[in-house]
């Protein structure tokens, strides 16, 4: 399809904030539609930001819809579930958004949709698999937002001990998007220089704990994450719309263990091009094993 049209489903906070950043920013996306369970709430923040074209950097067209109008869509993007209230981790949202989900994907799938699905909603790396099952789509087709967030507050922390622009960095959380995940410090680099031997082994892993607690960190303090992801999202967006062929941690299926996490992958128009062929450490390995067998277990737990 090259419609550059997408669809947004859910107008909460995560959801609204994707269609901000869109006008925002230079952006292939051409039409927004907004859907929400609550329709008058699409319809309200359609109306919203409808008011922000005249001055906004970039022109698209945004209009509320329902999941009917997901059949000419190039990309889904899933927002929608129940939202992660303070102290509560992102796997035990797990049962309340696969039901959520389920029926969404029945209806979306229904309009005749054929596009990518582009998951967002906790546990995303659970929910993007069972979006996969759900929908039977191409496992390329369906991506997960992944760890693409926790990479971009990896690469900024780091960035802040060693006084760079974060964009000089070169890092990746990998893995479950939550407690397991791990950071890939032996292939992290600055320029070519490794991140190892220019960081303390210390300083090191208080990066790894800050990174993997953030979001609790800042869920406590107002409530919900939704810039930092949001802004995330558009880069993934803008990395299948134009063919950007990039290097993202998404969120992809992984035949080998039956799952779906985090991973560094070439992202395109037709959704994963490819996962990356990466040579571990032993003990990012053995980490990384961890991740998969607490997704796997998760995946099992589902009931629907």
């Known amino acids: 399809m090259d419609n550059n049209k997408i669809m947004i489903v859910g107008t909460g906070n995560v959801g609204a904030s994707i269609a901000f950043a869109l006008i925002n920013q230079s952006t292939a996306v051409n039409e927004i539609i907004l859907t929400d369970i609550i329709a008058k709430d699409a319809d309200g923040e359609a109306m919203d930001l409808r008011d922000a074209l005249a001055v906004a950097p970039s022109f698209v067209k945004i209009k509320s819809g329902t999941y009917k109008d997901a059949k000419d869509c190039d990309v889904v993007v899933i927002t929608a579930g129940a939202a992660q209230k303070p102290g509560e981790t992102r796997m035990e949202l797990l049962a309340k958004n696969v039901n959520i989900l389920k029926g969404m994907i029945e209806q979306i799938m229904a309009s005749g949709f054929n596009g990518i699905f582009l998951v967002v909603t906790n546990p995303m790396d659970v929910l993007t698999y069972y979006t996969m099952k759900f929908s039977k789509l191409p496992a390329e087709r369906v991506i997960g937002s992944g760890t693409v967030l926790d990479s971009a507050r990896l690469r900024t922390r780091i960035a802040d001990y060693l006084n760079v622009n974060p964009k000089s960095i070169h890092a990746h959380q990998i893995g479950e998007h939550g407690d397991t995940e791990l950071t890939l410090w032996s292939l992290a680099d600055m320029g070519g220089q490794k991140i190892t031997e220019l960081l303390p082994s210390k300083v090191r892993k208080d990066i790894s704990d800050f990174v993997r607690n953030e979001a609790y960190d800042i869920i406590d303090k107002k409530g ?81």
Do not use: H, W
């Not at 995330?232 to 990039?246: G, K, S, Y």
């Not at 992958?265 to 994963?272: A, F, L, P």
């Not at 032993?282 to 589902?302: C, D, F, H, M, R």
């Open 224 to 304: 919900a994450t939704y810039y930092g992801i949001a802004t995330c999202v558009v880069q993934i967006l803008n990395c299948i719309l134009n063919d950007e062929m990039r290097v993202l941690p998404v969120s992809s299926y992984d035949y080998f263990s039956d799952t779906s996490f985090g991973f560094p992958s070439v992202v395109g128009r037709e959704g994963i091009v490819r996962r990356l062929d990466l040579k571990l450490s032993e003990k990012e390995g053995i980490e990384l094993q961890k991740s998969i067998n607490a997704l796997k277990k998760a995946i099992k737990t589902v009931k629907y």
